[in-house]
Each structure stands twice: as C-alpha cells, then as structure tokens.
C-alpha cells in the first residue's frame, strides 16, 4: 500500500504548513479541508486542517504521524483555503493565524497540560522551595491539576518555570489531554411508551395510577401538551412538562420507571429561529432608479458597486430588493455590519421578510452556537442570507451569488489584534470575485478610498440624494461654545440652545440622543495643589475615573485604582475631576431633567451578551427619553420619535494626529445627526464646538460631501497618502525601552537601504507603552505602480533576518498592511 503524506496547517504563528506521515489505514479516509489531530513539538496536540495530500517525504526532518483522524469529510472547503491564502499574503501574515482567526473556537481540538505525582520518587519537601512545596502539597491531595489550577493556587499568570523546575528534581509527571470543545446541546423529552398508545391501554394506564394523583395529573398534561390522540401524541420537552404539570423531576421518572413513558435526550439547536410576515415596502422613484442603475451595472461587468445615500434615503430598502433577487436564483448572500449593535434593528427588519432564511453570526455568540451555524452551512443545500459583523467572511458559503458590505466607511472593519490585520470591506472585495458574486458597498459617507475607486472608475456607483417618504434633511445649527462661555449661558456641557431644545422635545414627548465620543465618568483626575494625575502602571495614558465603578480605570489594560481622596503627591484634598465622558454627561441630564428616562451606551454599558438589544428596545418602544452614547449610536439605528440629536464637543473628534481625522471627523458628526428625524418630522441637530469656522464644521453643516472629499483628496495627493499611495505600518514591540528604541532605529535603517525615502519614522505612537510593553511605529508608503508582493517579500525578508540578529531575538514586530 503506497505512503501517503499530508501538508497541514497549525493554528499557529509558523512560517508554513508542516508535512505529517498518514498511517496507511487512513489512506482512504483522509481528505483536503478535514481536521486531523497532530503532534507538534514535545507533547502539545493541537487540531490541523489538511491542507494538501501527496506521496513526497520532508527533506529536513522525518514526518511524524497524524495522532488522530477528526473528520471524514472537508469542514474547510477550497474557496476558504484559497481565501486564507490571499489573506495570508496580502496582509502578511501565516496561514496558520488565519486559520486561528477563521475558525470557531468550537472546531478547535487542542491539548490541556495535566500534571501529577511521580510515585516513584519519594518527595524531600526540605529540598522545595515555598512554592514548588504549595504544588506539590496540593497533589497530594488532587490525583491531577491543569495549569490553570496551578496558576491559582500560586496566584501567578505565568507558572512555566516552577513546573519546569519540579520536573527536572523528578517531582512530578505531566502528561497531555485532549479535549473536544464542541458538545452538541442535548434535552430530554418525554413521549408516550409504546405499550400505550391506544384509548384502552391508556384507560388502563390511568387505572395504574389511581393512588399516585400526581403522577396522573402529569399524564394528563403530557397528552394536552402532546396534542392528543394519544396514538400521535408528539415528544414534549421534559422541563416544559415539569413547569406546566408543577410536577418534580422524580414524578416524572416514576412514570418512566412505570413503562407509562419514555425519556429520550436529543440534540437540540441553539440558534434562534426567525418567522417571516408578509408584505413589503415599495421603492420610491429615486431607489427604483438607483436599484436599477446598481443590477445594470451587475450585469455589465462584475465590479463592485458603491451606493452612496444619505441617511434615512432607503438603504436597506434596496439591499431587500437585491438579497430576495439572489434567493430566488437559488444563491446565498452575505450582508455584512461593522458593528453588532447595528444587528438588532437591521435582524428584526430582514426577519420581517426573509424569515428562516437567515443565519445571523456575530462574535456575541458563544463558541458552540458558532459551530452550529459552521455546520449548518456545510450541511445546507438551501439558498440562505448570512448576516453578520467582520468574521462572517470566513463562513463556508458554495454558492455565493450577493455580498453587501453596509456602512463600508467605518474602521471596525478593520481586525487589530491578534493577526491577521485583515479589513473585511476589502477581504470581501476579494471572496465575491473568487465566488464571481456581485458586489455592493454602501454609505452615506463613503470611505475616501472607496469614493475614488468609485470615481476612477474601478467600481461602479449609484447614488440617492433625499431621505425616503416626506422625511426632509435634518436642520443644523451650531453653537459657538466660546460665545456660550463668554455669556455665561453654559450648564455644564449644554449651551443655551442645546439645552432649551431638549427641554421642548421632552414636552412634546419626543426623544432626544447625545453624542460625545468619550466613555467614563471624567477623562482623567488632577490635583489643583501640585498638578498630579494618576496614571497606568502598565500604560502611557491617565486613569480615566468611573462612577458606577468608583474607580479610575485604564481602558488599554483594566488597571484599576480606587479614587484617591487626597492627593498621594503632596497631601492635598484638593482631588478634582477634569473633563466628561458619557457617564459624566448621564449624571448632569438627571440634575437637569430629573423626570427624563436616561440610557447611556457605549463599551461599559454594553458588555452583556443582549445589552444592546435590550437599550434599542427601549429605545423603539419609548422607555427611553434621552439616550447618550459614544460613536455606538451613530451606526445607522433609526428611531422615529428622535427630534434632537446633540454632539457635545465636535472639536475631540477634529483635533486627532492622523491624516483620516477630518475625513472620519466628518462621517461621524454625519452619521449621528442622521439619526434626527424621520417621516414628516424634520429633526434638529445641534453642533458645539469652539471653533464654528472650521471647514469640516461648515461641510457638515451644509451635508457637503462633496467638498469634504475633494479637500481630502488634494491633500492626500500632495502628502502621498491613500488612496493614492499604499501604507505599511512596523510596530517595534517589547517590554525594555531601550531594545525597543535601537531596534526600530536598526530595522528602519535595513528598509531604508532598500526603499529609500518611502520609509518614515521610527517615531513613538501617542500612547508609546500598554501593558508594560513599548512601542515604535515606522511607516512605509509605497507608490500604487510599484510592485506591492515583491516588495512585501523583501520586507518581510528583512524583518526575519533582524529576528535572527542576536540583540533583537526577543524584540516582536507587527505588520499592518492597509492601516486604519
């Protein structure tokens, strides 16, 4: 029988895919796209997906064998891989972080360390030191621990070198468990036993239980429940007839024991189920031109389209129109949302129409509901929408026919960390052409680089340039905040017009939304005596204070201290509060409209898995009066009762060191005030700011996108920015300073040897140390004609040979190719 090896793929940061021997029984049960369990280094197991079949042996080292064989079919299919690939490319990156990314963590088989007691050895506890005694004393109590165990009882993050140490005195044994993370959802139900099925054997039955009333009255309720008669009486969930019969778990075994029923566990699905309502809107003039302008241009060529459409215009009026064209085709698509607080509304609104055709798959779902919805679209023939934020690109879809990217400007497209650095607007650009999909991008405020593919005629472009209905354009005013301030008009953050136009919407029963981009209660505490304020002990930021918690809290690690009373400088109680954020905010609306309902959403208030769900109902229903928020409440939500809509401070979001700040600053103060109005009610939006002559307060103003991009695009020319160049962006990481500072200085002169003047830096990012690691930008830009893979290579070329010098082994660099 011939030998037969496999190239696979580890979920891990290696260079490439590793060759494993396949014992001949498997032969013929192995397949591209399966998982396998595999041996890598010492004794660590880990889930590979086999990536390639063939007969050849490794050169530089003898294959080992696969340690188990997980599936008997692909749960990767090619058009993945082939994406992975593209991804691991373009972003450079491994295949092996893709895969990690890609991949719920359900379908993720590894390894757990287990330790225990060498009963061979007789323990000296004279010879341990304080904490190898503590492990050792707690094995002899414990047959086994984890590591994690270990890592408690020592109360360390980091217990490696102990256990290392009690191995080398021959203390302990440690030995590998492997461990399925996905268990299917089992509950138990409860039928009628054969032998009753019939109206005389249940006469009989009920003869049975004269003396057990209880056990009788559940009888009962299982036959109403079921649906009689009783010959087709249907399975009822054994919880549900507990709580309806107010029975207890043994009255219902004792019928079981009986041979009355039968209790049978089955497989249950954890994903939510959608029903449709008939009905639906019809497209205004301007859609149907525009829908039809976008299906011409499908079938023109296969381009991607941008639809560009002021907000409250119909959307998703038209995304309806395309998703139930593609169904019908027999198809599937894909519609993703930058954020999953967008989903709620947009989920309840496609329900409406789609039904059970939807699959929605966000990172709120747990890893077993993940690995459902995986399977489900392995399994399904069915034409379904997918629905979801960034990771829905790397569901498995064999018959894409629509992909929808809404809301294509926002950043949270873009993944940070871990790798891959991935933007999802642009890896979809990219799965649809490897499907031959259509594809349709939409914004009110298109990203500049997607208005210039747009207008350089790369993609194509429809456009919708009034709200739908009678619904009119938002009213904008702004208020000089130095003249507020000048006349003593101010109450706290609100300016007298700000504030008197809360006041009336209240009266008049309408809802109000509040906008400033800054969680917590106070930016930061200080010390009006010596100056002091607390920072991060791990980080280069100020605490920022939080009055639910009644700490100061670091926002890159979690860091916290309690709010000082004095100052720890010099003595002094005066301790003062300085700036405001959301919390802040919702604290000052009570002492000003005590009466109102206030919600407050950003990161803090929304960690819980509904919390957002639960805030936008509210918010629909009317629970709610006033809502404030960070850019959370900007993501195309539409409520019909908000008549104002506030933005606090617009000059924090015009005042960042980036060459995007304008561009976003603008999509931002757009998007928020978008949510002001709807039908025949023309809303009201309030701008404060310092500085009222701003060129991007007057674009706003004027709901001028045009002279927002041609201003963005002349300097973006003169500055080599994109979209005109491309960027890449080397982060120089690691926890000494100094090793950080002459390692980005010797990387940036290796590039420079080899680019020239297209690198800039190294130079510190504004928050230069997080989590007591430092760090050092440098930033290649590269002209769009030069050759972008043969340049990677010889950068990523270069960034392996300074990991092979001796003094920057330990120093990391991330690579962020397209940064946001």
């Not at 299919?77 to 450079?92: H, K, S, V």
């Not at 590998?176 to 009989?204: A, C, G, H, I, W």
């Not at 000048?486 to 109000?512: C, D, I, W």
């Not at 996108?705 to 979209?723: C, G, I, K, S, W």
């Amino acid at each position: 029988m011939e030998t037969k090896f496999v190239d696979v793929i580890l979920p891990l940061p290696v260079p490439r895919p590793y060759t494993y021997r396949v014992p001949k029984d498997w032969n013929e049960k192995i397949c591209e796209g399966a998982r396998v369990l595999v041996q890598f280094g010492k004794k660590k197991i880990y889930t590979a997906i086999i990536y390639k079949i063939h007969h050849t042996p490794p050169q530089h080292y003898r294959a080992k064998y696969l340690s188990e064989l997980v599936d008997e079919f692909p749960i990767v299919q090619p058009n993945q891989i082939e994406l992975w690939r593209w991804i691991a490319d373009y972003y450079m990156c491994s295949l092996g972080e893709v895969m990690a990314a890609a991949l719920p963590a359900g379908l993720k088989v590894s390894s757990e360390t287990i330790i225990m007691l060498n009963h061979h050895m007789e323990i000296d506890f004279d010879q341990l030191t304080d904490r190898e005694y503590l492990i050792a004393e707690a094995l002899e109590s414990n047959e086994k621990l984890t590591m994690q165990e270990v890592s408690d009882i020592l109360q360390l993050k980091t217990v490696y070198p102990i256990v290392q140490g009690l191995i080398a005195k021959q203390i302990i044994l440690i030995e590998e468990v492997v461990k399925e993370r996905y268990k299917p959802k089992m509950n138990d139900f409860v039928t009628l036993s054969p032998n009753y099925q019939s109206e005389e054997q249940l006469k009989q039955a009920f003869d049975e239980l004269s003396n057990a009333p209880k056990q009788m009255h559940v009888l009962m309720k299982l036959l109403q429940l079921g649906k009689t008669p009783p010959e087709k009486v249907e399975a009822v969930k054994k919880t549900t007839l507990q709580k309806e019969a107010q029975a207890s778990s043994a009255q219902v075994k004792a019928l079981a024991e009986k041979g009355i029923i039968e209790i049978e566990s089955l497989e249950v699905g954890r994903l939510p189920s959608y029903q449709s309502e008939p009905g639906e809107k019809q497209l205004n003039e301007e859609q149907q031109a525009a829908l039809e302008s976008i299906e011409a241009q499908f079938e023109e060529s296969r381009k991607p389209v941008l639809l560009q459409g002021v907000t409250g215009s119909g959307k998703t009026e038209l995304y309806i129109k395309l998703i139930q064209k593609t169904l019908d085709s027999g198809r599937q698509a894909l519609y993703l949302l930058p954020e999953i607080a967008l989903t709620t509304q947009i989920i309840s609104r496609l329900e409406k129409h789609f039904g059970d055709q939807i699959l929605v798959y966000h990172s709120k779902f747990n890893a077993q509901e993940r690995v459902e919805i995986w399977q489900k679209l392995l399994k399904t023939e069915q034409p379904k929408l997918i629905l979801g934020a960034r990771s829905a690109i790397f569901l498995p879809m064999n018959n894409l026919g629509l992909t929808i990217v809404d809301e294509e400007h926002e950043q949270s497209f873009k993944q940070y960390d871990p790798a891959p650095r991935y933007n999802a607007r642009d890896t979809a650009v990219v799965l649809s052409a490897m499907h031959k999909a259509n594809m349709l991008l939409g914004s009110a405020t298109p990203s500049i680089e997607s208005r210039f593919n747009a207008h350089s005629g790369k993609y194509g472009y429809a456009f919708m340039g009034s709200r739908h209905g009678s619904a009119q354009m938002p009213d904008m005013e702004v208020v000089d905040l130095r003249e507020q301030y000048r006349k003593k008009k101010m109450k706290t953050h609100f300016g007298e017009p700000l504030y008197e136009a809360v006041k009336k919407a209240l009266s008049n029963k309408e809802q109000v939304i509040l906008f400033q981009n800054r969680r917590g209660f106070s930016p930061f505490v200080q010390c009006n005596t010596c100056g002091w304020t607390p920072e991060c002990k791990n980080c280069d930021v100020t605490l920022t204070y939080h009055k639910f918690l009644q700490k100061l809290k670091c926002h890159y690690c979690g860091y916290n201290i309690p709010h000082p009373k004095t100052c720890p400088a010099c003595g002094s109680p005066e301790v003062q509060l300085k700036g405001f954020g959301t919390e802040k905010i919702e604290s000052d609306i009570e002492i000003y409209f005590p009466e109102a309902r206030i919600k407050r959403m950003d990161l803090d208030s929304t960690r819980g898995k509904n919390a957002h769900q639960q805030i936008i109902n509210e918010l629909e229903t009317g629970e709610i009066d006033i809502l404030v928020g960070t850019q959370m409440i900007t993501k195309g939500l539409d409520f019909e009762k908000v008549s104002v809509v506030g933005i606090l401070n617009a000059d924090l979001m015009l005042n960042f060191q980036d060459f995007r700040a304008h561009e976003r600053a603008f999509q931002l103060m757009t998007q928020v005030a978008g949510r002001a109005g709807r039908k025949d009610r023309r809303g009201k939006v309030f701008i404060q700011t310092f500085d009222p002559d701003h060129p991007v307060i007057k674009q706003v103003k004027k709901h001028n996108y045009d002279a927002m991009y041609n201003v963005q695009d002349h300097e973006r020319l003169n500055f080599h920015y994109p979209p005109y160049y491309r960027l890449i962006k080397l982060t120089v990481v690691h926890h000494d300073k100094d090793l950080v500072l002459n390692g980005s200085n010797e990387l940036a002169g290796m590039l420079r040897r080899i680019l020239g003047d297209r690198i800039l830096g190294p130079e510190y990012p504004a928050v230069a140390r997080i989590k007591n690691k430092y760090h050092r930008q440098i930033l290649i830009k590269l002209e769009k004609q030069l050759h972008l893979g043969k340049t990677k290579e010889q950068v990523a070329s270069l960034i392996t040979d300074f990991n092979l010098m001796d003094n920057f082994k330990s120093v990391r660099v991330i690579v962020d190719v397209d940064p946001v």
